[in-house]
């Protein structure tokens, strides 16, 4: 059977990959998708790179168990520590997501920029590879955004707790006189007013969604599997917690299922 009509695959810690999801969606209209929200083990941001790799591994089967013809891992930290291990173990194309310090490289004018991600993917080999290919006249200032992730989870996303967290990261960047500041964390483009709070326009917010989804485009063009059918595209989502918080997130998508699910 053709796998055209089959769904495109995403997965996430949680319910911050549904920032690539949307992208993604936004330009390809007909493609159907199935997103998996492994919402119980967030974060995996602090978890070692085995760890990554087996929730990585056990997110991929579920979703090959559903059809997917393609994967977006719509995650930094398991993209950067999992996606080899998935290239190489799994016959389907896997999209990967990493934080678009090339981009910010070209754009920067101070020649600083700042970049805010998990742990898991500041240590990973592959961000340290990536790391080494911009100028090296450009300093990287890199933070750990400890506990971000958890506090989106719960949906606090403009709560006073957050916008303490946050100001204690983002104001000693721009002491640091960067002017473009890198978000490499699918979780952290909801935290965009937020930070626009702190910063007003002073900073070049720079996330990887929409390089995310020409990518998505131009490998399912390229592996003959863009949808070709009429019927029009179906979103399912499936998290292993509470589905409140994604639901709110959602609330504009139509033609959704959301499933509390173990898995
Ligand atoms: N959305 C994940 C990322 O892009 C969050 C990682 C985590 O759960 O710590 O890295």
């Not at 495109?8 to 992208?23: A, L, P, Q, Y």
């Not at 520590?81 to 310090?101: C, Q, S, T, V």
């Not at 090339?102 to 790391?131: D, V, Y």
């Not at 989804?213 to 131009?218: E, G, N």
Request: hydrophobic share 40%; with cysteine; proline share 3%.
């Amino acid at each position: 059977m053709k796998a055209n009509q089959n769904p495109i695959g995403f997965f996430d810690s949680g319910i911050g990959g549904t920032s690539i999801w949307k992208e993604v969606t936004a330009l390809l209209p007909n493609e159907s998708t199935i997103y998996l929200s492994d919402s119980k083990n967030a974060p995996y941001g602090t978890k070692n790179k085995d760890s990554i790799l087996d929730l990585a591994i056990k997110n991929t089967e579920f979703l090959l168990n559903k059809n997917c013809k393609l994967i977006v891992v719509a995650c930094n930290t398991a993209t950067t520590n999992a996606i080899d291990y998935l290239r190489a173990n799994y016959k389907i194309p896997f999209i990967g997501i990493e934080p678009a310090i090339k981009p910010a490289a070209l754009k920067t004018k101070t020649k600083r920029i700042g970049i805010l991600a998990t742990k898991g993917t500041l240590n990973s080999a592959l961000f340290e590879k990536t790391a080494s290919t911009i100028d090296q006249q450009i300093i990287v200032k890199e933070t750990i955004g400890t506990g971000l992730v958890e506090l989106i989870e719960e949906g606090e996303i403009a709560s006073k707790e957050m916008e303490q967290l946050l100001a204690s990261y983002i104001n000693p960047l721009v002491k640091e006189n960067i002017d473009c500041l890198v978000l490499g964390c699918t979780h952290y483009p909801y935290l965009i007013p937020a930070i626009q709070k702190i910063t007003g326009n002073q900073l070049e917010i720079i996330d990887s969604g929409q390089a995310v989804a020409k990518q998505t485009k131009a490998i399912l063009q390229q592996h003959n599997l863009m949808h070709n059918g009429s019927a029009s595209a179906k979103h399912e989502f499936y998290i292993n917690k509470d589905k409140s918080v994604l639901e709110r997130i959602l609330s504009s998508v139509t033609s959704k299922t959301i499933t509390e699910t173990d898995f």
